[in-house]
């Protein structure tokens, strides 16, 4: 076959248009620190690294649940404790009126301080995370009104679950419909004639409640401490997997890059030698 200059002038310029191609695409990797940088460059990569990308985000997504979680556990917690706190202050109260040492107007004194515990406990009844009543369950009204007209219904106790993984679900809610019931109904009970020895049985039958309650949120308070450790591993094996699937390797694509140009330039180099010296360079 005879070989042309023209044949081999088209082929220097194709191999140096390919060169050209190879740098670029490792100027590109070094510049993003990708293997791939479009869907073309290598598309079984590209799948891979979509598919980690959905495992990253759902991750993300899920983690952003838990601090939702944790935040109604944590108020929850927190107005229980609070609960508490005013329970045995009116314990002490009651303990006090119980002895019959009082007289009338002390009496009066302690009873208007219970009337203003009662108040306070119902407002902790109605806590709120963001635009919802914790203590609601899937009711959007709160859970007293106007003061000490107190109105649970069957959805009060209905739960409220917040996916934290793939199938996983978790109770952020908890039902103290009983417990602030019969809390109300004690303070209620409250006057001249109170009985204020037996009062103190059902206080603590109802702070012991508090108790059990928050053992309850707290058992839960821990499942979410361990799913957020579980998330965190997931989080770190799966951003682990997108580094190896698409991270290069620096000091071997700078090594590659160095390797081109050195091609290249003898490319270039070969290809003026190849080039077929015209009537006007013998002119000049």
């Known amino acids: 076959m005879r070989v042309t200059q023209s044949m081999l002038s ?18 590109d990797q070094i510049t993003t620190g990708k293997k791939v940088n479009r869907p073309s460059d290598n598309p079984v990569v590209a799948m891979k690294g ?19 979680v944790n935040n109604w556990l944590d108020s929850s917690d927190d107005a229980l404790d609070k609960v508490g706190q005013a329970m045995h202050r009116a314990r002490e109260l009651v303990t006090s009126a119980a002895n019959g040492t009082m007289t009338p107007e002390d009496k009066k004194k302690v009873q208007s301080e219970l009337d203003q ?13 963001g635009d919802k009543y914790i203590f609601s369950g899937t ?39 009983k417990l602030f019931k019969d809390i109300d109904e004690v ?10 020895s037996a009062a103190i049985a059902k206080i603590d039958a109802n702070m012991d409640e508090v108790l059990t309650t928050r053992a309850n949120i707290g058992a839960r308070q821990n499942r979410v401490e361990m799913m957020g450790n579980r998330l965190e591993s997931q989080e770190a094996a799966a951003k682990k997997q ?6 290069i390797d620096y000091e071997k694509v700078i090594t590659e890059m160095i390797t081109q140009e050195s091609i290249h330039r003898a490319a270039l180099s070969v290809g003026s030698r190849i080039i077929q010296p015209s009537l006007v360079d013998f002119l000049r």
């Open 242 to 247: 997108m580094s190896e699937n698409e991270d």
């Open 139 to 177: 009711k959007t009204a709160k859970p007293f009104h106007n003061g000490t007209d107190y109105e649970p219904d069957a959805a009060f106790s209905e739960k409220v679950e917040i996916e934290v993984f793939d199938g996983v679900m978790m109770i952020v809610n908890t039902d103290v419909t």
């Open 10 to 27: 088209n082929n220097m310029l194709r191999n140096v248009s390919t060169s050209y191609n190879k740098m670029g695409k490792l100027q």
């Open 187 to 196: 303070f209620n009970e409250f006057g001249p004639d109170t009985d204020f």
């Open 50 to 68: 979509m598919g980690y990308r959905m495992t990253v985000d759902k991750v993300a997504q899920y983690q952003e649940n838990l601090g939702e």
């Open 117 to 129: 515990l009662r108040e306070h406990i119902q407002n902790l009844a109605n806590t709120k995370v």
